[in-house]
């Protein structure tokens, strides 16, 4: 245990080089996270927009994922090709992604390209190529991705359960939309979505790599001055369905899938963050050894894998799991995941499964931060959340100390982890 707090101790130190700055533009501070990083020749830059992924597809399902892909489309200026070759010859890559939360904009070269690399990325920001043929091109191209997911049954079940949880809100919808939203997405779609949501009130800027962080504050000023302003939108929270329900999807399968969810009763920075993601841990997020998988695959042979966890976002909260099962046995695994939870919460864990848990996370802990790219991710998430800098070395402090009967009466506390749903794919019985 000393040779682990040793490495936390020199962990936190090399942590700092990550910090949160600050640019002025367009009437506002704009957060910038940094790390300078010399060993190689290399920069990677992120402007991250809050409030703009997929929980913003209020009136058309996958609207945020396609105007993503939109922009990845060029400038209107070179058009996808031309702009596509000259980012290549210089081995600048410019992509755009979305989250449930975030919608993304990403630039990754070498050193000395990097003020070339921010020209590309400053006309791409200023005239995307936003043009009936580049709108053909994407939908198709999404079309075609639906399409081929209609037999991924873990792709089917998954997107039911949202649909189960978050019922009536835009959490219930794909992340990618369905066949019938993309085809009905129209240019003036995307360029709403891009008028409301990539603008400057909005942002958070990520940068590292072998950078001179005062000169490369002023660059990016000069990109964020060019943008629009926006207004700032705070982000709205959806609760999960408190009523269970199941739904049953038949289809030509020969595997059940199964997944289920329930409430979580936790938001994101809560004092008792850490309780939770030792307990989850303990119950289906760790793999081998962890409750879920003992009973279901080691016991009774019912799964491959069986996991669960809880996710905590600034959006929603709520825990969740699946596994894949033989269709004779559907009945038996469905009934085994409700037992195995209702002992958890119940009886809690043992000491054994504590300190076990505790030797994982703390000793594991030096991977999740030894690139720059882990590092600049955690101090984004500390900030986002609303965190110090730092927090995440206080909960391993927090988790080092935790007491068995602390955890247990947390755990008993959440109950309403037994109020599942279940979405379930299973063969399509013959009328």
Same mark, same amino acid.
């Not at 010399?38 to 994922?65: C, E, H, S, W, Y």
């Not at 010859?89 to 070339?116: K, Q, Y």
């Given at each position: 245990?000393?040779?682990i707090l040793l490495t936390i101790?020199?962990?936190?130190?090399?942590?700092?080089?990550?910090?949160?700055?600050?640019?002025?533009?367009?009437?506002?501070?704009?957060?910038?996270?940094?790390?300078?990083?010399?060993?190689?020749?290399?920069?990677?830059?992120?402007?991250?927009?809050?409030?703009?992924?997929?929980?913003?597809?209020?009136?058309?399902?996958?609207?945020?994922?396609?105007?993503?892909?939109?922009?990845?489309?060029?400038?209107?200026?070179?058009?996808?090709?031309?702009?596509?070759?000259?980012?290549?010859?210089?081995?600048? #890559?410019?992509?755009?992604?979305?989250?449930?939360?975030?919608?993304?904009?990403?630039?990754?070269?070498?050193?000395?390209?990097?003020?070339?690399?921010?020209?590309?990325?400053?006309?791409?920001?200023?005239?995307?190529?936003?043009?009936?043929?580049?709108?053909?091109?994407?939908?198709?191209?999404?079309?075609?991705?639906?399409?081929?997911?209609?037999?991924?049954?873990?792709?089917?079940?998954?997107?039911?359960?949202?649909?189960?949880?978050?019922?009536?809100?835009?959490?219930?919808?794909?992340?990618?939309?369905?066949?019938?939203?993309?085809?009905?997405?129209?240019?003036?779609?995307?360029?709403?979505?891009?008028?409301?949501?990539?603008?400057?009130?909005?942002?958070?800027?990520?940068?590292?790599?072998?950078?001179?962080?005062?000169?490369?504050?002023?660059?990016?000023?000069?990109?964020?001055?060019?943008?629009?302003?926006?207004?700032?939108?705070?982000?709205?929270?959806?609760?999960?369905?408190?009523?269970?329900?199941?739904?049953?999807?038949?289809?030509?399968?020969?595997?059940?899938?199964?997944?289920?969810?329930?409430?979580?009763?936790?938001?994101?920075?809560?004092?008792?963050?850490?309780?939770?993601?030792?307990?989850?841990?303990?119950?289906g997020t760790g793999g081998f050894g962890s409750r879920l998988m003992?009973?279901?695959?080691?016991?009774?042979?019912?799964?491959?894998?069986?996991?669960?966890?809880?996710?905590?976002?600034?959006?929603?909260?709520?825990? #969740?799991?699946?596994?894949?099962?033989?269709?004779?046995?559907?009945?038996?695994?469905?009934?085994?995941?409700?037992?195995?939870?209702?002992?958890?919460?119940?009886?809690?864990?043992?000491?054994?499964?504590?300190?076990?848990?505790?030797?994982?996370?703390?000793?594991?802990?030096?991977?999740?931060?030894?690139?720059?790219?882990?590092?600049?991710?955690?101090?984004?998430?500390?900030?986002?959340?609303?965190?110090?800098?730092?927090?995440?070395?206080?909960?391993?402090?927090?988790?080092?100390?935790?007491?068995?009967?602390?955890?247990?009466?947390?755990?008993?506390?959440?109950?309403?982890?037994?109020?599942?749903?279940?979405?379930?794919?299973?063969?399509?019985?013959?009328?």
């Amino acid at each position: 245990m000393k040779k682990i707090l040793l490495t936390i101790l020199i962990l936190g130190q090399y942590l700092m080089a990550a910090q949160i700055q600050y640019i002025k533009a367009n009437g506002f501070e704009i957060p910038i996270i940094l790390e300078s990083d010399k060993r190689l020749p290399l920069v990677n830059m992120q402007f991250i927009f809050q409030d703009a992924g997929t929980i913003t597809d209020t009136k058309i399902a996958g609207v945020a994922k396609f105007s993503a892909r939109m922009m990845g489309e060029g400038t209107k200026k070179l058009g996808s090709t031309a702009f596509a070759e000259e980012l290549e010859a210089r081995a600048i #890559s410019i992509n755009a992604s979305t989250g449930r939360e975030t919608f993304v904009m990403e630039l990754s070269c070498l050193s000395d390209e990097f003020d070339e690399a921010l020209v590309y990325f400053d006309a791409l920001l200023k005239d995307p190529n936003l043009s009936e043929k580049a709108l053909s091109k994407v939908k198709a191209t999404l079309l075609g991705q639906l399409s081929s997911k209609e037999n991924d049954f873990d792709y089917v079940a998954g997107n039911e359960l949202k649909a189960v949880l978050f019922e009536g809100t835009p959490l219930a919808n794909p992340a990618s939309g369905t066949k019938e939203s993309v085809s009905s997405i129209k240019l003036q779609d995307v360029k709403q979505f891009i008028q409301e949501h990539l603008v400057s009130s909005q942002l958070i800027v990520v940068v590292g790599g072998d950078i001179d962080i005062e000169i490369i504050k002023q660059k990016i000023q000069a990109v964020i001055s060019y943008m629009p302003k926006g207004n700032f939108q705070k982000l709205k929270h959806y609760d999960v369905r408190a009523t269970p329900k199941e739904v049953i999807l038949e289809k030509e399968t020969k595997q059940a899938y199964m997944y289920f969810g329930s409430p979580y009763n936790m938001s994101v920075n809560d004092p008792e963050e850490y309780k939770s993601r030792v307990a989850t841990f303990i119950l289906g997020t760790g793999g081998f050894g962890s409750r879920l998988m003992e009973e279901i695959r080691v016991k009774r042979g019912l799964a491959y894998s069986a996991y669960a966890r809880v996710s905590l976002n600034k959006s929603c909260s709520y825990f #969740s799991g699946y596994l894949q099962t033989k269709l004779d046995s559907l009945d038996e695994a469905q009934k085994t995941v409700k037992e195995v939870i209702a002992e958890f919460v119940k009886n809690g864990v043992t000491e054994a499964e504590l300190e076990q848990t505790k030797k994982f996370l703390l000793g594991s802990e030096p991977l999740r931060v030894e690139t720059m790219s882990q590092r600049l991710s955690r101090t984004f998430q500390e900030y986002y959340r609303g965190e110090k800098l730092g927090a995440s070395l206080k909960e391993l402090e927090k988790i080092k100390a935790l007491k068995l009967d602390d955890l247990n009466k947390y755990i008993k506390k959440h109950t309403e982890i037994l109020d599942l749903s279940f979405a379930i794919v299973t063969k399509e019985v013959k009328k």
